[in-house]
């Protein structure tokens, strides 16, 4: 049976450690295709509840967090981050530090 593409993108999420985050584009090309990363965005939007997903790890390939620090999802997506010990440096991640594998795409 085929893997679906939310399933591919779980799978990649799942292996980002803790304390570290990943861009949209790297989870998608990580995932198999460098062109699904609104597709991870649609994937992470649908985390099952309790999933154990740590979607908290993707941001922007600014490192920005879904929605912007003031929206709702941000704000508990930065929250949850700083959690891990992830710093923010205006609003946002300092992926030079933070990024997993410290790929660039």
Same mark, same amino acid.
């Given at each position: 049976? !085929?893997?679906? &593409?939310?399933?591919? %993108? ?5 292996? %980002? +450690? !803790?304390?570290?985050? =990943?861009?949209y584009?790297? %989870?998608?090309?990580?995932?198999g295709?460098?062109? #699904? =990363?609104?597709?991870?965005?649609y994937?992470?939007? &649908? *985390? +099952?509840?309790?999933?154990? %997903? +740590? #979607?908290?790890r ?5 490192? !920005? *967090? /879904?929605? @912007? &620090?003031?929206? +709702?999802? @941000?704000k508990?997506?930065t ?6 010990? *992830?710093?923010f440096?205006d609003?946002?991640?300092d992926?030079?530090?933070?990024? #997993?594998?410290?790929?660039? /795409?």
């Amino acid at each position: 049976m !085929e893997k679906s &593409a939310f399933d591919l %993108i779980y799978d990649t999420v799942r292996q %980002i +450690p !803790e304390g570290k985050v =990943a861009s949209y584009g790297q %989870i998608a090309e990580l995932a198999g295709n460098r062109r #699904w =990363a609104r597709v991870v965005g649609y994937a992470l939007h &649908a *985390v +099952p509840e309790g999933s154990g %997903i +740590p #979607w908290h790890r993707v941001v922007k390939k600014d490192g !920005e *967090v /879904f929605g @912007g &620090a003031d929206s +709702p999802g @941000g704000k508990r997506q930065t929250e949850l981050l700083r959690g891990e010990g *992830v710093k923010f440096t205006d609003g946002r991640v300092d992926m030079k530090k933070y990024q #997993w594998g410290r790929r660039r /795409f």
